[in-house]
């Protein structure tokens, strides 16, 4: 079954930089997208940013201008470049790939532990 593994959180003061990755694990895939999402403690999962391996790239406008989503097509990676991060910033942030016409963990509805994200002010 294909996996997605999320890395690169951690603290940081409000003004910072962090870059989270996301990688396929385990079975090797050829992903054409990516998606990046975030929740925080009461509130449900939202959408951050996404982009595909065409170079298209979609962001939120909370996070527009401060996020962006390179990717890495030789090694399949995609990341999240987060800066001049705020404390509402803080949360877990998920990945999802899209292999073909179909998003992983959209399909299979487990989106793991993700990645904690904690912006102190």
């Known amino acids: 079954q294909a996996q997605l593994v999320e890395s690169g959180g951690g603290s940081v003061q409000a003004g910072g930089s962090l870059r989270l990755s996301c990688a396929p694990s385990g079975r090797r895939l050829s992903l054409n997208a990516w998606g990046w999402y975030r929740q925080s403690p009461g509130k449900q999962r939202e959408f951050v940013a996404e982009s595909t391996s065409g170079g298209i790239s979609n962001n939120a406008d909370t996070v527009k201008g401060r996020f962006s989503t390179p990717i890495a097509s030789a090694s399949n990676t995609a990341y999240l470049q987060m800066n001049s991060l705020k404390p509402e910033d803080t949360a877990v942030y998920y990945c999802?790939?899209?292999?073909?016409?179909?998003?992983?963990?959209?399909?299979?509805?487990?989106w793991g532990q993700g990645t904690q994200v904690t912006v102190s002010s």
């Open positions: 999802d790939g899209r292999w073909g016409s179909v998003w992983i963990r959209r399909q299979s509805g487990s």
